[in-house]
T-cell receptor
Framework: GAVVSQHPSWVICKSGTSVKIECRSLDFQATTMFWYRQFPKQSLMLMATSNEGSKATYEQGVEKDKFLINHASLTLSTLTVTSAHPEDSSFYIC???????????????FGNGTRLTVT | GNSVTQMEGPVTLSEEAFLTINCTYTATGYPSLFWYVQYPGEGLQLLLKATKADDKGSNKGFEATYRKETTSFHLEKGSVQVSDSAVYFCALSDEDNAGNMLTFGGGTRLMVKP
């Protein structure tokens, strides 16, 4: 079964509102979670690395005040798209790392993604 | 639904050996196919991609050909280096499937010994 749960799968919001996306690790404690964004017909782009108990590390070009990341517990990281605009419409996906299993085949587990549409 | 299946690892090779990591997929539409790489302690990076049948993606000596007839996208490199040690993920993006835009395989760890 899924080891990383991402919610919601779909969200449609009006321009100017904020949207929160949750990423939960279900059966392990994830000290590190990654947030990605995918534009249509393009590859995945890393937005930020979320570290439990500390500030997220953002990739160059990603607005920190626009995409708020909170990793308040070892099983939950949230991405909030603030004051959303149509150009923020995209597919957002998180992944979580199980440090205890990092020596095994697949240390990264992915959520199912969130399709955000801003009208 | 869509799915991606990769060979299980870890794959352990000596430097300069030939690498193949198998990847097969099932999709309802006409997906784009990707290989991503995760180096230790880092997030995913795109390695290469192919958007239609018979396309060959290549980067850093790695290649993969989109084979629609065998629904495969195997990753190959003629001569691996220690610095290639990482986890490799095969993925598909099916933009005709509104429910799930990106599907990943389980990942394959490659370990290259000097």
């Amino acid at each position: 079964g899924a080891v990383v749960s991402q919610h919601p799968s779909w969200v449609i919001c009006k321009s100017g509102t904020s949207v929160k996306i949750e990423c939960r690790s279900l059966d392990f404690q994830a000290t590190t979670m990654f947030w990605y964004r995918q534009f249509p017909k393009q590859s995945l782009m890393l937005m930020a690395t979320s570290n439990e108990g500390s500030k997220a590390t953002y990739e160059q070009g990603v607005e920190k005040d626009k995409f708020l990341i909170n990793h308040a517990s070892l099983t939950l990281s949230t991405l909030t798209v603030t004051s959303a605009h149509p150009e923020d419409s995209s597919f957002y996906i998180c992944s979580a790392q199980n440090p205890r299993r990092s020596s095994y085949n697949s240390p990264l587990h992915f959520g199912n993604g969130t399709r955000l549409t801003v009208t | 639904g869509n799915s991606v299946t990769q060979m299980e690892g870890p794959v352990t090779l000596s430097e300069e050996a030939f690498l193949t990591i198998n990847c097969t997929y099932t999709a309802t539409g006409y997906p784009s196919l990707f290989w991503y790489v995760q180096y230790p302690g880092e997030g995913l990076q795109l390695l290469l991609k192919a958007t239609k049948a018979d396309d060959k993606g290549s980067n850093k000596g790695f290649e993969a050909t989109y084979r629609k007839e065998t629904t495969s996208f195997h990753l190959e490199k003629g001569s691996v280096q220690v610095s290639d040690s990482a986890v490799y993920f095969c993925a598909l993006s099916d933009e005709d499937n509104a429910g799930n835009m990106l599907t990943f395989g389980g990942g394959t760890r490659l370990m290259v010994k000097p």
